[in-house]
């Protein structure tokens, strides 16, 4: 084992690194710019676990409605041998619906990576649908395997990525917060797709970064198409895996002996938590496990109430900070100037609009 | 987010409580508002799964649907809807008034009330608008008949949708945002949207922080979700077997009895707490007195009620799944002009909204310092009134010689700067000349200029009816911009 490895072994504790999947990957997306994230997810540490631990669980249960209609919905698109999705994805694509296509299903066996790398690179022109190919992705110095619930179209000799995803499509529009989730789980797919044919010494651009999402049209069963671009995505991705592939850049930044296992006492593991730097805003909430353990943490920042208003406050960091430059009760800093005659201004204009002075 | 309500957020951190940041409110409350909080299935495509609805606190009436997944059951559920809301929209078309167009030379109708609908949050709206979506094409007869009520309940439910994006408009409500444009919270927007928390800021319990009651509030095991998204916790471990419970009693009558009694009993749990959070929220609000120009908001309500009702009764068809180009165009321009239109009546209507932008430079409070109200300009070929004054103020003023200003205390008015002169102590003096909003002689009424030691806000932003843009009549349209749009079918 590696210095590296061995340390982020301490990091995790007595535990097997958690597994990630394209959501977790995904997610290590949702806040690049905090150090904390990214040292635990490179160690695999069980976040959710820790977060229990520590007395902030968190609040990311799936309802089991969900699960079952979405497992419904890929059923049927998927259903005889991939007829119906394949003419969907041409038609979407604007070729010609293919006669036919083979049909793999690379789900289930013990010696997966092989098969479906083999599958995936075997030469071969003709039009082909892969169901549950086995990809993988370096996260962290760590090989990560992805079981996507997905299917890679071969189409007029390139591969595209096609998502089925349950949430509707109503008068060709859908929940943006939903698409653009499946924008970068797809994008996730794309470049393990990409590497894939690279390691096998394909071209890695014979992967589309157009990805086809299926959804259910309108209150119906019935698939409908749509393509979705992930070029910007593919770049944020890239980005936070290259930074976490210098791990020892940020495990720099991590005083000698942290560790966030979940085996150790709560209290230790708030106060050795606290100690490596978070970068807290609200949209952790939906995207980062620790959210409700951070946002505690933040209590008193400007930053905790959304970066609108920390930037309308002059980007000032402290709540009391704030309202003591605003009560001319303390000195601004050099860089201060402008935002303290701001928020003077604002607090004088405040207390008068309130005193009931004319509008 | 203006530095003033940012402030107002800080502020609200510091003191444990929410902080207004309007003075007066700045929608229409109805004394009969029809509450509606509905739930939807999860994974499922606007599916409804139960609902509580009622004009009174003591008037909820309990919607359920056992098996949303059943089409006929949520066709059902619509029908029931349309009994709780159709004859409340019936209710206001009693008595209309008269009101004048084309300057008096005719006069039109319009209901002197109209519906009012509050839900939760601005989810609810979008659910509100996809039940209308899924029910308004639906017909009476044909394949897959329903009663007639369901697809009037989808073209009203749509209609109400529509008028939620029309800044301004009080038809619909959701409630998260009626509160947060009068109160800022300790917390961020996100957080706000969750009702139960933002009434924990606003109203916390005695003995308690704003902050401790949201995050009381956030535990769905204590405080159920506002809906329509229901917490997946009680999907899992409550809901699930109750509608497996139903589905089994298919056979034996009293055992599906009880198992709907059951369903009921279990999304009423969900419901009710929000059904009281909504009507404590409507309290608070009810509280606050109404600014002066939201009475010529609900004027707006009440003309596009009248306009749909008169519609539908004319036997029109149900709105187009999409608007024509031609139409969305026309749209955008009507909901730019509301928008633009409303930001100015609340500054107007409220000093503590004027305060946003006094910080911005657009409005100044000075004293009047000299009036000369008599003045008349004889320079063109009629004599004029053009009084002038002088206001001296200690706030920042950014607006150059020859603008014209307004002031909320007489909107009619025009005040031309003619100087602008920097005074001792950082104050500057402002000399200013009036037009209009005096008469028609050469000697103002009095009142109507401003006098010598008067407190007067003097803003760039006018009140004044914006003209409405040209847009060619649809028929006229170049394909190429949509060609004339097929029949609203
Ligand atoms: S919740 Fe905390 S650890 Fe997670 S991304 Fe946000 S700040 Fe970083």
Redesign the interface.
């Known amino acids: 084992m590696t210095d590296t490895a061995q340390r982020l072994a301490e990091i995790r504790g007595g535990v097997p690194p958690r597994r990630h999947n394209a959501r977790t990957i995904a997610a290590l997306t949702g806040n690049p710019g905090c150090t904390r994230r990214a040292v635990l997810d490179s160690a695999g540490v069980d976040k959710p676990k820790l977060a229990e631990r520590i007395g902030f669980p968190a609040?990311f249960?799936?309802?089991?409605?969900?699960?079952?209609?979405?497992n419904a919905f890929e059923a049927q698109v998927k259903a005889d041998g991939g007829v119906e999705l394949l003419r969907l994805v041409a038609e979407r694509l604007g070729v010609p619906v293919p006669a036919g296509a083979s049909w793999t299903d690379l789900g289930g066996d013990e010696d997966r990576p092989e098969r479906s790398r083999a599958a995936l690179t075997a030469p071969g022109q003709g039009a082909a649908l892969f169901d549950h190919p086995l990809l993988g992705l370096d996260v962290a110095g760590r090989r990560v395997h992805l079981e996507p619930d997905l299917v890679a179209a071969r189409l007029g000799g390139r591969f595209h990525v096609v998502e089925i995803k349950?949430?509707?499509v109503?008068?060709?529009q859908a929940d943006p917060a939903k698409v653009s989730a499946a924008a970068i789980q797809s994008a996730v797919y794309v470049l393990a797709l990409r590497e894939l044919l690279s390691t096998a010494g394909g071209d890695p651009e014979l992967v589309s970064p157009e990805v086809v999402l299926v959804c259910?049209r309108?209150?119906t069963n019935q698939p409908v198409a749509s393509l979705l671009d992930v070029r910007r995505q593919l770049l944020v991705l890239r980005r936070q895996l290259d930074r976490m592939a210098r791990i020892d850049d940020l495990l720099a930044a991590v005083p000698a002996g942290f560790t966030a296992d979940p085996a150790a006492d709560p209290a230790a593991l708030r106060e050795a938590l606290s100690t490596v730097a978070a970068r807290y805003a609200?949209?952790c909430?939906?995207a980062c496990e620790l959210a409700y353990f951070c946002r505690h943490e933040a209590?008193?920042q400007?930053a905790?109430?959304?970066r609108?208003?920390?930037?309308?406050?002059?980007g000032v960091d402290g709540?009391?900070e704030?309202?003591a430059l605003?009560a001319g009760e303390r000195a601004p800093e050099p860089e201060q100037g402008e935002a303290a005659a701001?928020?003077r201004?604002?607090?004088r204009?405040?207390a008068?609009?309130?005193a009931?002075?004319?509008? | 987010m203006s530095t003033l309500r940012a402030l107002a957020k800080a502020q609200a951190v510091a003191a444990g409580v929410a902080q207004p940041v309007a003075t007066v409110r700045h929608l229409h409350l109805s004394d009969r508002p029809l509450v509606l909080v509905p739930l939807a299935m999860a994974g499922e495509a606007n599916a409804p799964l139960a609902a509580l609805v009622g004009a009174a606190p003591d008037e909820a009436r309990l919607l359920v649907v056992p098996q949303p997944r059943n089409r006929e059951q949520r066709l059902a559920f619509a029908a029931e809807l349309a009994e709780a809301v159709l004859p409340h929209l019936e209710s206001f078309r009693g008595v209309s008034e008269a009101v004048p167009v084309d300057r008096g030379r005719d006069v039109r109708y319009r209901y002197v009330d109209a519906p009012q609908l509050i839900v939760p949050n601005p989810a609810g709206i979008t659910f509100l608008r996809l039940l209308g979506r899924s029910t308004r094409f639906r017909r009476p007869d044909g394949e897959y008949p329903v009663h007639p009520s369901v697809p009037l309940l989808g073209r009203w439910l749509t209609f109400f949708a529509e008028r939620a994006e029309h800044p301004g408009s009080a038809a619909l409500v959701a409630l998260t945002e009626a509160l947060t444009l009068h109160w800022a919270t300790g917390q961020s927007a996100v957080e706000d949207l969750h009702l139960p928390a933002l009434l924990g800021w606003l109203d916390p319990p005695p003995g308690t922080t704003g902050a401790e009651a949201a995050a009381r509030a956030e535990d769905p095991q204590t405080c159920p979700p506002a809906g329509p998204a229901t917490d997946p916790d009680f999907d899992n471990h409550r809901l699930a077997p109750a509608m497996a419970a139903y589905a089994e009693a298919e056979d034996d009558p009293v055992a599906r009895a009880e198992a709907y009694a059951e369903l009921e009993r279990l999304l009423r749990g969900q419901l009710e707490p929000t059904w009281e959070l909504m009507w404590r929220g409507l309290g608070l609000l009810r509280a606050l007195p109404p600014g002066a120009r939201v009475a010529g908001r609900w004027a707006g309500d009440r003309d596009a009620f009248t306009g749909y009702a008169e519609h539908v009764d004319a036997g029109g068809g149900p709105q187009p799944r999409r608007d024509g180009a031609v139409a969305a165009a026309v749209r955008l321009h009507r909901l730019e002009r509301a928008l633009a239109s409303y930001a100015v009546q609340r500054a107007y209507d409220d000093p503590l909204v004027m305060a946003e932008h006094r910080l911005t430079g657009e409005a100044f409070v000075g004293d009047v310092t000299l009036a000369d109200p008599k003045r008349v300009d004889d320079s063109g070929k009629r004599p004029v009134l053009r009084p002038r004054i002088q206001v001296v103020t200690t706030e920042p003023v950014l607006v150059p010689v020859g603008a014209t200003l307004y002031s909320p205390a007489r909107p009619a008015q025009k005040a031309k700067v003619v100087f602008v002169t920097p005074a001792a102590d950082g104050k500057t003096e402002v000399v200013l000349e009036l037009s209009g909003g005096m008469g028609r002689g050469l000697t103002a009424p009095p009142g109507s200029v401003p006098e010598v030691g008067e407190r007067l806000c003097l803003t760039t932003l006018s009140d004044a009816y914006l003209p409405a843009g040209n847009f060619p009549a649809p028929e006229e349209t170049p394909w190429t911009h949509g060609g004339p749009p097929a029949e609203a079918v």
């Open positions: 609040r249960g799936q309802s089991r409605f969900a699960i079952t209609r979405g349950s949430f509707p109503i008068d060709g259910p309108d209150f609200p949209d909430l939906a209590r008193g400007t905790a109430l959304g609108p208003v920390r930037e309308a406050l002059g709540v009391d704030v309202l605003a701001l928020l201004a604002a607090a204009l405040r008068d609009a309130l009931g002075n004319p509008s």
